[in-house]
């Protein structure tokens, strides 16, 4: 079992930065492929970013490449989410997850644990 807490949400005018982190509880989080996700108010959840166990792979969608990065400290069981040139249409409920399986994937369904999210909103 994994639990996952978001943390570093909040409110940012656009053009700026946030970092958001993923903790998460378990011996075995080297283990895991760790992604984001992302819902906004009346749209279905999206994928974001995804990287794999080692790190060594990763993955982002179209939207957010050149902006976001995602990266993870196996030593913290902490994974992030740093997102600079923030936009108004960034403005979303951020959501970690895990994957058992150590390999990168863009569907939620692929992923078995969830946090609970953090508010990420941008203002223009």
């Known amino acids: 079992q994994v639990q996952l807490v978001e943390s570093g949400g909040g409110l940012v005018q656009a053009g700026g930065s946030l970092r958001l982190s993923c903790a998460a509880s378990?011996?075995?989080?080297?283990?895991?492929?760790m992604g984001w996700f992302r819902q906004a108010p009346g749209k279905e959840r999206e994928f974001v970013a995804a990287?794999?166990?080692?790190?060594?792979?990763?993955y982002l969608v179209d939207s957010v490449k050149g902006r976001f990065t995602i990266s993870r400290d196996n030593a913290k069981n902490t994974v992030y989410l740093q997102m600079n040139s923030l936009k108004p249409e960034d403005t979303a409920v951020y959501y970690c997850?895990?994957?058992?399986?150590?390999?990168?994937?863009?569907?939620?369904?692929?992923?078995?644990?969830w946090g609970q999210g953090t508010q990420v909103t941008v203002s223009s």
């Open positions: 990287i794999s166990w080692s790190g060594g792979s990763t």
């Open positions: 378990g011996r075995t989080f080297n283990m895991y492929a």
């Open positions: 997850a895990a994957r058992r399986s150590g390999t990168v994937r863009i569907e939620d369904i692929n992923y078995e644990y």
